[in-house]
C-alpha cells in the first residue's frame, strides 16, 4: 500500500524469467510495478548495487620506523643551540628595537655565522681569531653601535664559545672511553 491509499499492482513472474540472477544490473522486462517511473526504478537498482558487498580494498605494507637523526647529529645541533645561545646573549633589547626588516637581515646573518662557528669548533685545532672576526662582522650589522662595545662583545662571547667547545669536547672523549 502506499502513502495515498492506493494499492501497488505488480505483474506475475514466472520462476524462470526471475531477474533475481547473478550478474543482474538491469530490470527484466517481465517484471514491473504498475505506477512507478523509470527513474525510480533506476534510483532502486542503485540502492541495491549499493548494497553489494565490495571487495576489500588493498591494504599498503607496514613499514617500520627509521630513526631519523644519529645521535652525533643530535649532538652537534646541541652544540649549534648552544652557540646560538651564546650570540644571542644580551642583545634581545637591541634586536627588539631594530626595524622588522633590519630584524630579518639580522637573524639571517647570526645563523649563519653561527653555522660557520660550528664548524670551525669542531675542527682539531680551534682558531679563536676567526671566531672572534666572525662575530665582530656579524655586529657590525647593528646600526648605530660602538666600534669599541662590538669588539668587547665580540670578545666576551669568542671566551663564551670556546669554553663550551672545550667542554663539549671533553663530554665527547669521556663518552668514547
Given at each position: 500500500?502506499?502513502?495515498?491509499?492506493?494499492?501497488?499492482?505488480?505483474t506475475p513472474v514466472a520462476p524462470a524469467e526471475?531477474?533475481?540472477?547473478?550478474?543482474?544490473?538491469?530490470?527484466?522486462?517481465?517484471?514491473?510495478?504498475?505506477?512507478?517511473?523509470?527513474?525510480?526504478?533506476?534510483?532502486?537498482?542503485?540502492?541495491?548495487?549499493a548494497a553489494e558487498p565490495k571487495p576489500p580494498e588493498p591494504v599498503a605494507p607496514i613499514v617500520p620506523p627509521v630513526a631519523v637523526q644519529a645521535p652525533a647529529t643530535v649532538q652537534e645541533d646541541h652544540l649549534v643551540r648552544k652557540i646560538e645561545d651564546i650570540l644571542a646573549e644580551d642583545l634581545t633589547d637591541v634586536y627588539l628595537s631594530l626595524p622588522l626588516d633590519a630584524?630579518?637581515?639580522?637573524?639571517?646573518k647570526g645563523e649563519q655565522t653561527a653555522s660557520k662557528i660550528?664548524?670551525?669548533?669542531?675542527?682539531?685545532?680551534?682558531?679563536?681569531?676567526?671566531i672572534f672576526f666572525l662575530?665582530?662582522?656579524?655586529?657590525?650589522?647593528?646600526?648605530?653601535m660602538n666600534r669599541f662595545f662590538l669588539e668587547q662583545?665580540?670578545?666576551?662571547?669568542?671566551?663564551?664559545?670556546?669554553?663550551?667547545?672545550e667542554m663539549e669536547r671533553q663530554e665527547r672523549k669521556q663518552n668514547d672511553l
Open positions: 500500500m502506499t502513502t495515498n491509499g492506493q494499492k501497488k499492482e505488480l526471475s531477474p533475481v540472477h547473478l550478474g543482474a544490473t538491469h530490470e527484466h522486462p517481465a517484471v514491473q510495478e504498475v505506477g512507478k517511473t523509470k527513474e525510480t526504478r533506476e534510483a532502486a537498482h542503485a540502492d541495491a548495487r630584524q630579518v637581515a639580522f637573524k639571517s660550528h664548524a670551525l669548533v669542531q675542527a682539531a685545532k680551534v682558531n679563536a681569531k676567526k662575530i665582530r662582522d656579524w655586529l657590525k650589522v647593528l646600526p648605530g662583545e665580540a670578545k666576551i662571547k669568542t671566551d663564551k664559545i670556546l669554553l663550551v667547545s
